[in-house]
């Protein structure tokens, strides 16, 4: 299957250009980056670290979307909205790895799923997508007087907080205790600011060195606290799951999926 990668140049783009060539029944088909990259024109298989393929880096995101079979996309918000109405358009599998997309831009993906078959997920890790299923579970079993708290830490780089996993994770919680997470939701707390309030969902959010990704979910109770943790040591578990996914999208009708879709949970 002829996989292609936008921001291909990037650490990510790299990394996902490099687990497509070790994955059976996949080759790279494409790759992309904005117009004036100093990569630009470079053998796709070199920025992977392997041997030429004798495919370069382009700045023709149509092209891509014309000539491949599935789309991987770890970019940023307005890169992927131009991405996912290209995706419309074309009829092309998309894998969107974004975070920190706003309401209208999370609806431009949801029309274009409508004309195509999109996966969508904030950590194609297969270890947080089991961690997710914990969390709603003892979000369910335990009472409301166990507080939950979500605690993130990543890389100085990234942009967005809190990270597109704890909301994930987030949101989690709150379909285990059958509520919104916007309404329960608590992610910045400073100064004097009371009680915490029952029932809320708190977010604390760290960056700091090259720290790949770690989440802590913590149900806090009378007289015991429980703690679930998931800590990314590469980013190789997420270019990984985004292959697989690109993989299993391209045979399915239009529509948004999820990892739970891909992993069957």
């Known amino acids: 299957m002829k996989i292609g990668v936008v921001g291909a140049a990037g650490r990510m783009g790299r990394m996902l250009l490099a687990a497509i ?29 392997l041997e030429p393929i004798g495919v370069v880096l382009t700045s023709d995101a149509q092209a891509l979307f014309d000539n491949v079979d599935a789309v991987i996309d770890f970019t940023v918000p ?38 195509a078959p999109i996966v969508q997920a904030a950590n194609y890790s297969v270890g947080v997508n089991v961690l997710q299923g914990l969390v709603e579970q003892a979000a369910r079993a335990l009472p409301d007087a166990y507080d939950i708290e979500i605690l993130e830490m990543h890389h100085h780089h990234k942009i967005d907080a809190p990270s597109g996993t704890a909301l994930a994770l987030g949101e989690a919680a709150a379909m285990g205790r059958d509520v919104r997470l916007d309404d329960v939701a608590d992610k910045v707390r400073d100064g004097i600011i009371g009680p915490r309030k029952s029932g809320d969902i708190g977010f604390a959010t760290l960056r700091g060195g090259d720290v790949v990704g770690d989440h802590t979910v913590m149900f806090a109770g009378p007289g015991e606290r429980i703690e679930i943790t998931h800590k990314a040591a590469s980013r190789e578990i997420f270019a990984n799951g985004a292959v697989r996914a690109a993989l299993w999208s391209i045979v399915r009708k239009p529509g948004l999926y999820s990892m739970k879709d891909v992993l069957g949970f």
């Open 21 to 49: 060539a070790n994955a059976d029944g996949a080759v790279i088909a494409g790759g992309v980056e904005a117009s004036g990259h100093p990569d630009m024109g470079t053998d796709l298989g070199a920025l992977a670290g």
């Open 78 to 115: 307005v890169a992927t909205m131009a991405h996912a109405v290209l995706a419309k358009n074309s009829g092309t599998a998309l894998v969107i790895g974004t975070t920190g997309l706003d309401a209208a831009q999370q609806n431009t993906i949801e029309t274009a799923a409508t004309f």
